[in-house]
């Protein structure tokens, strides 16, 4: 076992887990009175996913999750982020809650607690109820009430037993890539769109911390997870750190600055050249509500400028890096762990959140099974470990890091990508969904064992 030093760096009750969301795990996207998602219809349209595939098996987790619950008591894990479904709470994203669906994850957080793994339970990973989008999805403000009286349905079923709670996850994602340019559900192109929707799904962010305060265990820690990504610049051009500040204002600032600043960054629209999003009375004070914890996805940075020609707004992980070194991940995405320490120092000096939890990070390899018991990925283990010592080097320069939830339980529906991406620490045969716990998967436990040991 490596790195005997740097579990004792650890306090005894951070949380080590993994992450996973509904629409990616679990499929049986008709069953028990579920209504369809967006990413249903997304996934559906040809040209959108890879080879056409769809989360609508995915991996099967709705009717092996005591199985999966058991695969992760065998690591060892200490906790487990999942998501909540809401097309199965509330089928047309509003009305009365659907008894059939709120038992699942009833069920799901009696496993969990029966294993002595901690829930993190996230409100939405990006599965709007399609009937919600007929309506204007996040362009149209009501959804974000109707998102209010989801997350008090959700906290009055399962806030007794859930501590660790997220309203959103990667708004910015759910902004721009889905509004903005198109890549994810629901498939627009405008970019004055993305900064509606950004702000409608602020507020729903606002809307159900106050709901959730109202109806889960007082001590319930409650946040938001953002993907955040430290911009560096490649030369010091005045040029080049413009486009740095540029691209920090974009990647980080538009949803960090609302949250614990009370508005948006001051270029931010005209960066973009598009009108501000539409801001009513008491809008900011909802969204800046206090958050307990700050969950980051982590995954590369920003290194500016980009190759000649481009546009340094747009990109969440811009590179001039070549990847002859080999210090890519499968989604082209550069392995930089210092980016972690780096952004997390950088947190905790601008923002000061109460806590941060790492509640994404991870890497997709090309990983190959050998038809028995093992599915060797060593760059996946040293990835890993080079994260946990970038947080470990955060953590003594005083950073209030309080978890870290690898990115993923198992390989899933990777969005656009499909099944084409691996990121899982268990592999997954789709054709038998037979599960294989990675080298990596191994890796993890044992050092998770480990820093347990120590205390």
């Known amino acids: 076992m490596q790195h005997p030093h740097l579990a004792s760096l650890f306090p005894a009750d951070f949380l080590w887990g993994?992450?996973?969301?509904?629409?990616?795990?679990?499929?049986?996207?008709?069953?028990?009175?579920?209504?369809a998602s967006i990413w249903d219809?997304?996934?559906?349209?040809?040209?959108?996913?890879?080879?056409?595939?769809?989360?609508?098996?995915?991996?099967?987790?709705?009717h092996r999750m005591p199985e999966d619950v058991a695969l992760m008591a065998s690591l060892g894990l200490k906790a487990y982020r999942f998501s909540i479904a809401w097309p199965r709470i509330q089928p047309e994203g509003t009305g009365a809650a659907n008894s059939l669906g709120l038992d699942f994850y009833d069920r799901l957080v009696d496993a969990l607690l029966a294993h002595d793994i901690v829930p993190l339970a996230t409100l939405y990973h990006w599965d709007l109820p399609l009937a919600l989008h007929q309506q204007g999805g996040w362009l149209n403000r009501a959804t974000a009430n109707h998102f209010a009286e989801y997350a008090e349905i959700v906290g009055r079923r399962l806030g007794d037993?859930?501590?660790?709670?997220?309203?959103?996850?990667?708004?910015?994602?759910?902004?721009?890539?889905?509004?903005?340019?198109?890549?994810h559900a629901p498939g627009m192109h405008n970019t004055q769109a993305a900064f509606v929707a950004g702000h409608h799904l602020l507020l729903a962010h606002g809307h159900a911390m106050q709901r959730l305060r109202a109806t889960v265990r007082a001590d319930a820690q409650l946040g938001i997870a953002l993907n955040l990504n430290p911009a560096?610049?490649?030369?010091?051009?005045?040029?080049?750190?413009?486009?740095?500040?540029?691209?920090?204002?974009?990647?980080?600032?538009?949803?960090l600055d609302p949250i614990f600043r009370g508005h948006y960054p001051e270029q931010l629209s005209a960066d973009f050249k598009v009108a501000p999003p539409p801001i009513l009375d008491g809008d900011m004070e909802l969204i800046s509500t206090p958050i307990d914890y700050l969950g980051v996805n982590y995954y590369s940075r920003s290194l500016i400028p980009l190759h000649q020609g481009t546009s340094p707004v747009g990109t969440s992980s811009a590179t001039v890096v070549s990847d002859q070194d080999g210090h890519f991940t499968e989604m082209g995405w550069e392995i930089y762990p210092p980016g972690l320490t780096d952004l997390m120092v950088q947190l905790d000096r601008d923002y000061r959140p109460r806590k941060i939890v790492i509640t994404e990070n991870g890497a997709a390899f090309p990983d190959e099974w050998d038809g028995g018991d093992r599915v060797d990925d060593p760059r996946r283990s040293d990835y890993l470990a080079a994260h946990i010592q970038a947080m470990a080097t955060a953590l003594v320069q005083g950073v209030p890091l309080a978890g870290y939830?690898?990115?993923?339980?198992?390989?899933?529906?990777?969005?656009?990508e499909g099944f084409s991406k691996r990121f899982g620490l268990v592999y997954v045969d789709f054709p038998t969904q037979r599960r294989i716990i990675k080298?990596?998967?191994?890796?993890?436990?044992?050092?998770?064992?480990?820093?347990r040991a120590g205390h």
């Not at 501590?163 to 340019?181: I, V």
């Not at 080298?439 to 820093?451: E, P």
Request: proline share 4%.
């Open 405 to 416: 939830f690898a990115w993923a339980l198992m390989d899933n529906f990777e969005w656009a």
């Open 41 to 62: 219809q997304f996934a559906a349209t040809p040209g959108k996913v890879h080879q056409g595939q769809t989360g609508a098996v995915a991996c099967d987790h709705y």
């Open 232 to 255: 560096y610049p490649h030369d010091n051009s005045p040029e080049t750190l413009r486009a740095v500040q540029e691209v920090d204002r974009f990647n980080n600032g538009w949803f």
């Open 439 to 451: 080298a990596s998967g191994r890796w993890y436990a044992a050092f998770i064992q480990q820093q």
């Open 18 to 35: 993994v992450s996973t969301s509904a629409y990616q795990i679990e499929g049986a996207v008709h069953e028990d009175g579920r209504g």
């Open 161 to 183: 037993r859930v501590p660790w709670w997220l309203t959103l996850n990667e708004p910015w994602c759910a902004a721009f890539l889905g509004y903005g340019n198109g890549l």
